[in-house]
């Protein structure tokens, strides 16, 4: 496609439910990365898959968030059990081997 | 571990004239690569500008162009004639060279507001 995308855009989900959020990365990129953005803070690492190899989860907060990438293509983000400390933005970004990122508009998850 | 800090959360600037935007890093590495991201409304990162830690000349990008202090570990930005679109969220990034991938570790930003 013509850029990342991501879906959805705003979720809203009630405490104790899981989420899953998508994330459709630009054509033949091999490397996917999924960061979050708390309420008026800097972006955090969560995970990154490049190509076959298995994934870095280094960033992955706790075991509730886990992730895929299907095809070498689309990722999903699974948060599990959702608490309210889970609201934040999630980005997706992509990247040909490790030039360029290009991120996503991310999603907007609210935990009430 | 690296730590980026932005020690300005909010910063202006009048249309047209020029504002600098600080970022200082901690590391223990020699090479690596440093970035400028803007973030408008609509979320998504874009990049403004980026720097090689063995490069010794400042990067520049049209109006954007960065001040890099290796020795003290300072990475600044500067905006000259500030346009009205140029209002955003403005987050400083570092970059190990070594290894695959590229895992950012980001400061915590600085909302930039100009003013016509």
């Known amino acids: 496609g013509a850029g990342v995308s991501q879906s959805p855009s705003n979720k809203v989900t009630e405490k104790g439910k899981d989420v899953e959020l998508r994330c459709d990365p630009i054509?033949?990129?091999?490397?996917l990365y999924w960061y979050r953005q708390s309420l008026g803070q800097g972006l955090e690492f969560l995970i990154y898959?490049?190509?076959?190899?298995?994934?870095?989860k280094s960033g992955l907060p706790s075991d509730r968030f886990s992730a895929e990438r299907t095809g070498g293509s689309v990722s999903t983000l699974t948060i599990q059990r959702t608490q309210q400390e889970d609201s934040a933005v999630y980005l997706c970004?992509?990247?040909?081997?490790?030039?360029?990122?290009?991120f996503g508009s991310g999603t907007q998850l609210s935990v009430l | 571990a690296q730590t980026v800090t932005q020690s300005q959360p909010e910063m202006s600037v009048q249309e047209a004239e020029t504002v600098t935007l600080s970022c200082t890093y901690d590391?223990?590495?020699?090479?690596?690569?440093l970035f400028w991201y803007k973030q408008p409304p609509s979320r998504q990162m874009i990049l403004v500008i980026r720097?090689?830690?063995?490069?010794?000349q400042n990067a520049t990008e049209n109006r954007f162009s960065v001040n890099f202090q290796k020795a003290a570990k300072s990475f600044s930005l500067k905006i000259s004639d500030s346009q009205l679109g140029d209002a955003a969220m403005y987050f400083c990034?570092?970059?190990?060279?070594?290894?695959?991938?590229?895992?950012?570790?980001f400061g915590g930003g600085t909302r930039l507001m100009v003013k016509p």
């Open positions: 898959f490049q190509g076959n190899s298995a994934p870095d």
């Open positions: 054509s033949g990129h091999t490397a």
């Open positions: 970004a992509s990247s040909f081997l490790s030039e360029k990122l290009f």
């Open positions: 590391t223990s590495e020699s090479d690596y690569y």
């Open positions: 720097q090689e830690a063995y490069k010794q």
């Open positions: 990034a570092y970059r190990s060279a070594r290894g695959a991938g590229n895992m950012l570790t």
